[in-house]
């Protein structure tokens, strides 16, 4: 069977050698690798921008996932300097990872563009916002400072249910139904009650080194916890936990799972009220661990009707305070993209499920609409 | 830190004045002067333009990007600009190829992307969408309401409406469904001195000249589109696929005449000469060395079996069944090439024209051997794609990499020119479906003859200060 190139190597035959000729004829050998991943993306005439919340809500150029790229590219080769004016478009990314689907290269612009905000905070190009957010992760563990918890629960038992920053901080009765959640499924869930953040919002904003302290603080404490499973409320930490920390070299023994999944798996669960849901994906569950039908499939497993978004699965659309960073310099802009997402999902139900803490939170704060965490709802109908 | 090969256009006299009556009316966040966003819309998906960014040379920023949220923020940076001086240029997704929004002459970019609301009218199988609404999402909306446009351009992830009514462009689907010309049946439009005019989408209207078709391909030298309503269809209930190997590109480009001629008209047809049927079908063996033609039949049940019949009828060729077109399907957004390859210093582009049936073989070989010669070009190909009872588009592709003391825009030119002289000389016309922009406008002149004083006279009346898009299209 011919060859990918072999069309091209017959072309190049009759032409007489010439500049840059061989360059190009060990690339087809595979002998050079070309252009690196950023000027790939700058190359490219935008082919995931539908796809993009940023790009469909902003409608800048600047911030389109080519153009953070192109961006990059400007600033990598000094034609403009690193600052808070030019790292501000590349920090415009939800980090969900819509991106990468349409990719012919399978990038995902937020990693493309790590190294530039990698860069940034080398060179100490610190926005004031992320600023308050690392000191709260260096002194507190968590993003949002110290909190007060109103409730204790267990810290002994054999499913460990990690909480997340955001419950913990904000919207703790959701920690309490998913915990009944789970006695009524007869599983003996525990806490740490020294739970720290995952880290990823400091990975997400450029803040390498804060990370890796992180994830090897809360590797441990999982890996000592003893627990034979862990689920977490927030896809984000799951993802952290399962794809990123490996990364980094920190393997842990026990299995991660984001709930969705968790209870994707499980049979003869059946929801004792009958209800009309709409749902959104989030993005790190259906691009991140890669469960596209997780959610839809849970719901109709609890008896539920559902009525599917048109962005849903790994077509998703970010609540709109994905990746820490946009909701931190650009709140205006996070809200009219929560905004636009609500008025999709509300126009099908007005009974709202999502899985994960910061897309209820970006919800309840962009809308009136109910909107439910899958543990909530689990609790209601079981 | 000011970057030596960043050239900033003259100001205009009156600009900050300008500037500041729009930041008034419309709003100071709807408006930017930082470098990083004048710098973002100094190019759009032209080559040349690439080539500039990839050797950090900026050498057409504007002064401002304006991102207008209505028709009304849209009339006031109109009238300021046209009272003030200002060139405006429009932008759409910024995926066009012929350099149409490069902002030569400095003044604002009016990025439309903002006005992106549509409106489904399904008993009148109309969509109403404003000009910035992304390609993608009004198709995927239409589906999920039984409904399609059928415009489905390569671009239709990064492009928007009023970029495909401003180019008078049309997708891979246009032998059933036409093109973006077949669909627009009402237009909106902001000209200047900033007043607006709207055309109904009626059902047919014989109220003198059609002034839709007079906006339809003017790339932003007329004024603004900001709504139009097009014609949709309910979705197909059948879609069949076909394939054929041929010996020679005659046979294929005979059949496909034959089958147009005898009212035929599957959705998709493309015909791949043999250098590019290697290209792209390389895991097939029964069609490597062959002229591959690929072809979608959708519609009405008893309509496509009965196309289907008169393909089969028609086709000189060995059927080779669904594969080689679900390859097609798969494939048919990969831009990927590009990007690997023109950092690397190799000069790529396509070129699409159009001519009759009886001399479509002649021109295309005519091109194939005009760029061929040239020194430093590694390949010329073509397929065609598009297709009507009376004629053909030719889709054709060069690369390569200029030879030494020649520096790549001026190798690109030289490709172009030989390409441009032969398809004027074979007696096509020098664009199907891209447009004319900054790339195309010298030729203008050969093209359309005294058609092009009377374009220009209709520029001249409608924007007497030559503030809509200067330039382009040699207006």
């Not at chain 1, 603080?217 to 952290?240: L, N, Q, R, W």
């Not at chain 2, 671009?155 to 970029?163: A, D």
Request: one cysteine or more; glycine letters at 10%.
């Amino acid at each position: 069977m011919p060859g990918k190139w072999d069309w091209l190597k017959d072309e190049m035959g009759g032409v007489s050698k010439i500049t840059k000729f061989s360059t190009v004829m060990k690339f087809l050998k595979g002998r050079v690798s070309g252009p690196d991943d950023m000027t790939k993306c700058a190359m490219c005439p935008n082919m995931c921008r539908h796809a993009c919340p940023i790009s469909i809500v902003d409608g800048k150029e600047t911030t389109s996932p080519a153009g953070k790229s192109r961006v990059g590219m400007m600033v990598e080769h000094d034609v403009i300097p690193m600052d808070e004016e030019n790292l501000y478009p590349i920090h415009i990314c939800l980090s969900c990872g819509c991106c990468e689907k349409w990719c012919p290269f399978d990038f995902s612009v937020s990693e493309i563009l790590k190294p530039e905000k990698e860069r940034g905070i080398d060179e100490g190009v610190v926005f004031e916002q992320f600023q308050e957010m690392f000191d709260n992760l260096e002194n507190y563990g968590l993003v949002q400072g110290g909190i007060k918890e109103e409730r204790s629960y267990p810290d002994e038992g054999n499913i460990l249910y990690l909480r997340g920053c955001e419950f913990r901080g904000g919207d703790e009765k959701v920690i309490g139904k998913t915990m009944g959640a789970f006695e009524k499924l007869g599983l003996d869930a525990f806490v740490l009650s020294d739970e720290e953040c995952c880290g990823i919002p400091a990975y997400n904003a450029g803040n390498t080194q804060l990370f890796k302290e992180l994830a090897r603080k809360m590797a441990k404490k999982i890996d000592d916890s003893g627990a034979e499973k862990v689920i977490t409320s927030c896809p984000s930490c799951a993802y952290a936990y399962r794809k990123l920390y490996p990364e980094f070299g920190l393997n842990m023994d026990v299995e991660v799972l984001h709930i969705v999944e968790f209870l994707d798996r499980k049979k003869n669960m059946k929801g004792k009220k009958k209800a009309t849901v709409t749902f959104h994906d989030p993005c790190k569950l259906v691009n991140g661990l890669e469960n596209n039908k997780g959610m839809e499939d849970v719901l109709e497993k609890l008896g539920l009707d559902v009525k599917v978004p048109r962005r849903s699965g790994d077509e998703t659309f970010c609540c709109g305070y994905g990746g820490s960073t946009v909701c931190r310099l650009n709140e205006g802009l996070s809200s009219r993209i929560s905004e636009e997402r609500l008025d999709e999902l509300s126009s099908l139900s007005d009974k709202i499920i999502t899985s994960c803490p910061t897309c209820k939170k970006a919800f309840e704060e962009n809308g009136d609409e109910k909107v439910y965490d899958i543990g909530e709802l689990l609790y209601e109908l079981l | 830190m000011t970057p030596k090969k960043v050239v900033n256009k003259k100001t205009p006299r009156k600009l900050d004045e300008v500037i500041g009556k729009i930041s008034g009316k419309i709003g100071e966040d709807k408006i930017s002067t930082q470098k990083v966003d004048l710098l973002s819309y100094s190019h759009d998906y032209w080559p040349i333009s690439l080539h500039w960014m990839l050797e950090d040379r900026y050498p057409s920023i504007p002064h401002a990007v304006i991102w207008p949220e209505n028709k009304e923020d849209v009339i006031e940076v109109v009238k300021w600009c046209y009272k003030g001086n200002v060139p405006i240029y429009p932008y759409g997704g910024g995926s066009g190829v012929l350099g149409a929004t490069v902002p030569e002459k400095g003044g604002v970019v009016v990025d439309l992307k903002r006005m992106r609301s549509m409106k489904i009218h399904g008993k009148d199988l109309l969509v109403e969408a404003n000009s910035g609404l992304n390609g993608y999402y009004l198709e995927d909306e239409l589906n999920e309401k039984g409904y399609t446009m059928g415009n489905i351009p390569q671009s239709l992830y990064p492009s928007t409406i009023g970029g495909w009514v401003g180019t008078k462009a049309l997708g891979q689907f246009s032998t059933k469904y036409g093109g973006i010309e077949d669909m627009l049946k009402g237009i909106e439009m902001v000209i200047p001195p900033g007043k607006e005019l709207c055309l109904k989408p009626h059902a047919r209207t014989s109220t003198g000249p059609d002034l839709r078709k007079l906006f339809l391909g003017s790339e932003g030298t007329l004024g603004i589109m900001t709504k139009g309503w097009f014609k949709i269809w309910p979705e197909p209930e059948n879609r069949m696929k076909l394939s054929f190997a041929s010996d020679t590109l005659e046979d294929a480009v005979k059949s496909v005449r034959k089958v147009m001629r005898e009212g035929a008209e599957p959705a998709v047809i493309r015909i791949y000469d043999k250098i590019e049927t290697k290209r792209h079908f390389y895991d097939y063996d029964e069609i490597f060395g062959k002229v591959a033609t690929v072809m979608v039949i959708e519609g009405n049940e008893k309509i496509t079996q009965a196309e289907k019949k008169i393909v089969k009828e028609e086709f000189v060729g060995t059927e080779m069944g669904e594969k080689p077109v679900d390859h097609w399907l798969e494939t048919r957004f990969n831009v990927k090439e590009a990007a690997e390859f023109v950092p690397m210093g190799v000069v790529f582009d396509t070129i699409e024209v159009a001519v009759n049936w009886s001399k479509a073989i002649n021109l295309y070989k005519n091109v194939v051997n005009a760029i061929k010669p040239i020194k430093g070009v590694l390949f010329a190909s073509a397929h065609a794609s598009h297709f009507y009872p009376q004629g053909i588009c030719f889709y054709f592709t060069f690369a390569g990499t200029p030879p030494r003391k020649k520096d790549a825009e001026e190798f690109y030119q030289q490709v172009w020119k030989a390409a441009m002289s032969a398809v004027l000389d074979s007696g096509g016309t020098i664009s199907h479906h891209h447009g004319i922009g900054r790339q195309r406008r010298d030729w203008m002149e050969q093209e359309l003859g005294e058609a092009y004083s009377t374009l220009k006279s209709i520029k001249e009346k409608l924007d007497k200060k030559r503030i809509m898009n200067p330039g382009n299209m040699g207006l």
